[in-house]
C-alpha cells in the first residue's frame, strides 16, 4: 500500500513537472526516458524491431506524451509510463502497417490505456520547409524566445536568463513583437495558413 | 472573416509553426538522454563526488546563479535592453555576387551568417572586403548585423560600418540608419539614437512604426 502511494506521488510529481514546463518539464523528461527506455526497446525489439527502430519510438512516444500532457490531453486516468507505453505500442504498430508487416503478435498485447489522439506532426516535406523558411526570416532570437516559452513553457524570467537580457520584461516585450511578426509573415503566405491550422 | 476569428487563425497557425520548430528542439534532446541512458547501460566504477566534473559544473553553476540573480536585482530597463528587443540581424543576402568579387570568401561569409555563426561570417566578410573594391557597402552592412548579433554586441565597429553605408549614396541606407540607431542603443548612445529614431519616423522610412515605439519607451 504505501510502495503504491508512494510510486502515485511520484507520478503526480512528474505529472505536474511537465505541466509546468520549463527546466521542471525536461527534469521529468530525464527521468522517463530513464525509467522506460528498457521496456519500451523491448517492445519494439519483441516485434520485429531493431535497436534504431526501438530509439525511434521511444523517443516519438516521449514527443507525443510530452504534447499530450501539456496540451491537457492526458487527463491522467493511467500511471504516465504505462500511457507512454500505450502511445509507444499504437507507433509501433502504425509502422508495422504501414510496412505491411505481420502484426497480430502486437495486436495481441492487451492495450491498458486508450490513446485518445497523437499530435499531428505529419507537416513533411514542403510545408515543413516553407515552415523553416518562414522561421529564419523571423531571426535567431525570435525562433528561441517563441520556441522556449510556447513549446517549452520556459517562464520569461528563465528566458530573460538563457537569453542574458537583464530582466523579464525585455523577454516579454520580445516575445510580443516577434508573435506579432510571426502572425503577419504566416498571413503573407495564405497556403500556409491552410496547412498550419489543419493539422 | 469577423476579426476576432480571423485573429484565432493566425495565432493557431503561429503556434503549430512554433511547434514544428519546438519538436525538433525537442528531438535533438532526446538524443541526448539516449546517450546518457546508453552510457547508463554500461556498469561503471563509482568515482567519488568530489572527483565528478558534474560535481565542479553544479559548484560553478550556483556561483553564477547567485551573480546573475544579483545582477538582476540591481538593473533597472536599459537601452540595452531595448536593443536587445529589437535587434534582429537582417535578413540573409540572396543575390549572387559578380565575378569580380571573390566568390569564396563571399559565400564561406554567406552561408556562416545563415548559420548564425556570425563569428564567422565576420571573418568571411572581412577576408572579403580586403579584396573588394565595389559593393563594398554590401560588406560593411553585413558586417555591422554580425557585430551586432555578437554577445556583447561590437557596437563600435558596428557604428562605424553602418555610418560609412549611411553615407553612401546606394541601397541598404534606410536599413542601415534603423541599425545605427540601434547601435547607438547598445552603446548607450541615446540621444544620438534618438536623433536617428526621429528622422526615421519623420521619412516613414525602413522600421519607422518600430522607431516610434522606441522612441516612446526612451522618454519613459
Redesign the interface.
Known sequence: MLLMDKSLAADTALLAALMEGGQAA?AA??QL??QN?AQIGQLVLNNQGDEAAA?DI??ES??AL??NVRAGRFKGASKLSTYLYGIARLLWLNRLKRARLETQKLEQIQAEVAIEAL?N?M?EGES?AA??R??????????KV??DN???GYDMRAI??R?????E??AR??KH?C?KK??QL??EQPE??HE??Q? | MPVNEEED???????????????Q???L???Q??K??QK?QSPTRPVALWRRPQAWLLAAAVVLFVI?GW??LI?L??P??LF??????Y?SPTITRGEAVNQEDWQSAVGAY?A?DYARAITGFQAAKLREDSLGYLLDFYLANSYLAQ?PPQTDLAIEALTTVLNGDHLYREQARWLLALAHLAAEGTIESSQLLNQIVEDKSYQWE?AAELLVALKE
Open positions: 525536461d523528461l530525464v526516458y530513464h527506455r530509439k521511444m523517443q516521449m514527443i510530452y504534447e499530435p506532426w507537416l515543413k515552415i523553416q518562414l522561421l529564419s526570416t523571423l531571426g535567431q532570437a525570435c525562433q517563441l520556441v510556447i513549446y517549452f530573460a536568463r537569453m542574458n537580457f537583464s530582466n520584461q525585455v516585450n520580445k513583437r508573435l510571426l502572425k504566416i498571413q500556409l495558413l498550419l491550422t493539422t | 487563425r493566425l495565432e493557431e497557425a503561429a503556434k503549430a509553426a512554433i511547434s514544428t520548430e519546438g519538436r528542439q525537442l528531438r534532446r532526446m538524443e538522454l539516449e546518457d541512458w547508463s546573475l545582477r538582476q538593473s530597463e536599459q540595452q535592453d536587445a528587443q529589437y535587434f534582429e540581424p535578413r545563415q548564425a554577445t518600430a
